[in-house]
């Protein structure tokens, strides 16, 4: 492990007057594009500031409870909504490493038929085969990739994999970067257990060992663009968790670049920082897209403990291709039961008390849905305004999913199933699928989340619809780059941090190449 | 914003018991535990959560004609009446009704799950007190491990 001593700057919230930094390069956010751009830059020999809206946290600072976690690591206590017919909460990591502390570490290569999609969209030359197959063995041997077995996939995980066996479907053991997980069912909450390679823990770390800075709790509020170029970055410090009593805005910081500046503050980040920063195109902020989910909840007749193992261990592809849907082990806290399952009172607390004998498992779907995504009018700080409501057909296409997973955990010996549908009975036998197949499909009783966002800045070459450019630069601006999900030009249907951390690679490789040939030259 | 009047945590720490009331195995959310877990909710959460906090638990309090035909405030019904109001909030056709619900839900639920009494009652493993750090430094090299 990297020791504090031994590593590069790291200015953490100050109030102490204004503070200015040089360097060649400055990446705004530390999730799994910033992290990966950074760290690709750094290895190169570039000195990079690294800015960070959240806070700094080690393992041991991590919080065991879920309030904890929306407290401590997720961007602004997970009140971020969609805003539509129906609200959907948005959840999002904020603090050094990004999403990938609160993430289940779930690593899944691109698929091909995406990579096709995004040669057709002019993309090819950036993003050959060759080159991702390289990145993707690269990260998956750097982070310790290794698929769940055994205790790890605790008996919900077990019991899907035995389900999805039983009905011949499609399953395996998920892919995870946590080397020797401890299965405590804690992802949610950062795994205090040290085990997850959240990149707080890993890239981070090693950019400042190589001379980097990281600007912590550092809200970056415009990127500064003169005569066509970016020049560096703006913004203030802001203390994370501060109580009432505490001042949260702290001093303010500029950084100067040599030679660019990467976006990577997640796609309900980078498409409003641009905006605020004056930077005009027709599809900037549009395009928002996602991979939203829900869950089922099987009640068995012995006790399952999904708290028990990792949080995701098991998933399934069966119906990837036809329905665009991707099927997960999924446990959740006995904090999130309460919510999670419909109704209040007398018959609500007689259901959680089953919390024990239950297993969830979820949908997630390859939403065909776009959405807008702008700053807020109440200023930097304030959560962005999201536009964003699944069309019908993700709705049935969710349906299709939860109606699978209901069959499933019939056929590992569920009694009932809770689907959490509005309209429909709050539990289910498995005599009454035909219900759930004709559930509403009216988005508003159907308890959707948003993980899995994409676009906002997309990539391609059509200038019209994609904000960065073959180039990879943002179309307009020298040395300005987008490296996070908000540049990816379609869902993929799969789990994206792989995806993300890939492409950020590759375009900071090419960066750095690029500056070394010209300087050479 | 100034702290929440003492009367409105006391209306939402009731709200949260007729939400949460327990069975004979397993103990439900008692406006003692709900008071000052509410206190820090409020005193730390942003003013967002706060505010849609009050305003699903004043929704609550008054939606009672939309559900058991009353005009007189939920926390001023009878057990039973209160029950069914309860209830019938949870499955109201009314989206944003149901969404208050779901917020007095999920906000009740951090302080149910958690609690040490009720994990134990379904041999959940219990939480360590949260380690509340407004920003750390990375950990030195005397504390951090090899
Ligand atoms: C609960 C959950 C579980 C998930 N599980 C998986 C999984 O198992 N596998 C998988 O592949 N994917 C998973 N995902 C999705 C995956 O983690 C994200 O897609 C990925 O991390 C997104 O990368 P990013 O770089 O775009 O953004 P992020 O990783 O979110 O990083 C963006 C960073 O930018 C910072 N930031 C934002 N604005 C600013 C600003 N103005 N100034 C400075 N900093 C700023 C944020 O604080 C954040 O740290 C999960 C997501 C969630 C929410």
């Not at chain 1, 869902?491 to 950020?504: F, H």
Request: aromatic content about 6%; glycine content about 12%.
């Amino acid at each position: 492990m990297i020791r504090a001593r031994d590593l590069g700057e790291h200015l953490p919230f100050q109030t102490d007057g204004d503070c200015e930094i040089e360097a060649d390069y400055a990446v705004v956010g530390s999730g799994a594009g910033g992290a990966a751009a950074a760290l690709t830059l750094a290895r190169a020999g570039y000195r990079v500031a690294l800015c960070e809206s959240g806070a700094w946290r080690e393992p041991a600072d991590y919080p065991s409870s879920f309030f904890g976690a929306l407290r401590d690591l997720c961007a602004d206590w997970g009140t971020l909504f969609s805003r539509g017919r129906s609200l959907i909460p948005v959840l999002q990591g904020n603090c050094v490493g990004g999403t990938t502390v609160i993430n289940s570490a779930i690593m899944v290569r691109l698929p091909g038929d995406v990579l096709a999609e995004w040669q057709e969209l002019g993309l090819g030359d950036v993003f050959g085969e060759g080159a991702f197959d390289r990145v993707q063995d690269e990260i998956e041997e750097e982070l310790g990739v290794e698929p769940m077995a055994g205790p790890q996939l605790g008996t919900s995980g077990e019991l899907m994999l035995a389900a999805l066996r039983k009905l011949k479907m499609e399953g395996h053991a998920m892919r995870r970067a946590a080397p020797g997980c401890e299965g405590r069912g804690q992802c949610l909450q950062g795994c205090s257990a040290g085990r997850k390679s959240s990149l707080n823990l890993q890239w981070v770390p090693e950019t400042l060992s190589r001379g980097g800075a990281l600007l912590s709790e550092a809200r970056v509020e415009r990127v500064r663009i003169k005569d066509g170029r970016a020049l560096g970055v703006s913004g203030h410090f802001r203390r994370v968790g501060a109580r009432r009593e505490q001042p949260r805005k702290g001093s303010r910081f500029v950084i100067h670049t040599k030679r660019g500046v990467l976006l990577a503050a997640s796609s309900t980040g980078t498409a409003p920082l641009l905006q605020r920063s004056g930077y005009r195109h027709a599809a900037l902020g549009r395009n928002f897209m996602a991979q939203p989910g829900a869950g089922i909840l099987g009640v068995y007749p012995d006790a399952v403990h999904m708290e028990r193992g990792t949080t995701q261990g098991v998933a399934s592809m069966q119906l990837r291709e036809s329905h665009g849907v991707k099927l997960e082990s999924l446990s959740i806290p006995l904090e999130i039961l309460a919510a999670r399952v419909a109704g209040a009172g007398v018959g609500h607390a007689d259901l959680l008390e089953r919390y024990p004998h239950m297993a969830m498992w979820a949908a997630a779907v390859r939403a065909e849905a776009r959405g807008t995504i702008r700053p807020s009018p109440l200023g930097p700080s304030a959560p962005p305004t999201l536009r964003y409501e699944p069309t019908r057909g993700d709705t049935q296409r969710l349906r299709a999913g939860i109606l699978e997973l209901a069959r499933l955990h019939f056929a590992a010996g569920a009694q009932q199933v809770l689907p959490g549908v509005h309209g429909l009975p709050t539990r289910l036998g498995p005599d009454q699928l035909d219900l759930l197949a004709a559930a509403p499909l009216d988005n508003r009783c159907w308890t959707w989340v948003l993980t899995h966002l994409f676009g906002g800045c997309v990539m391609g070459a059509d200038k019209r619809h994609a904000v960065v450019g073959t180039d990879l630069c943002v179309r307009g601006v020298d040395a300005l780059h987008v490296v996070d999900a908000s540049c990816l030009p379609t869902t993929l249907g799969v789990n994206p941090q792989l995806t993300i951390m890939s492409v950020a690679r590759l375009v900071a490789e090419r960066l750095a190449n690029e500056t070394t040939n010209r300087s050479t030259g | 914003m100034k702290p929440p009047a003492g009367y409105l945590l006391r209306m939402e720490a009731r709200v949260l018991e007729a939400i949460f009331p327990g069975t004979t195995d397993v103990p439900g959310l008692c406006r003692e535990r709900a008071l000052p877990f509410l206190a820090m909710f409020h005193d730390q959460s942003p003013r967002t959560l706060r505010l849609a906090l009050h305003a699903s638990a004043i929704a609550f309090v008054m939606a009672t004609p939309l559900t058991v035909g009353a005009l007189r405030p939920a926390l001023l019904l009878a057990p039973e009446v209160l029950a069914r109001h309860t209830e019938a909030c949870a499955g109201h056709r009314v989206y944003l009704l149901r969404q208050a619900l779901l917020m007095l839900k999920t906000a009740g639920g951090f302080c149910w799950g958690a609690d040490q009494a009720v994990r134990s009652s379904m041999s959940v493993a219990g939480y360590k007190p949260d380690p509340l750090k407004a920003g750390c430094a990375p950990a030195t090299s005397e504390e951090s491990g090899p």
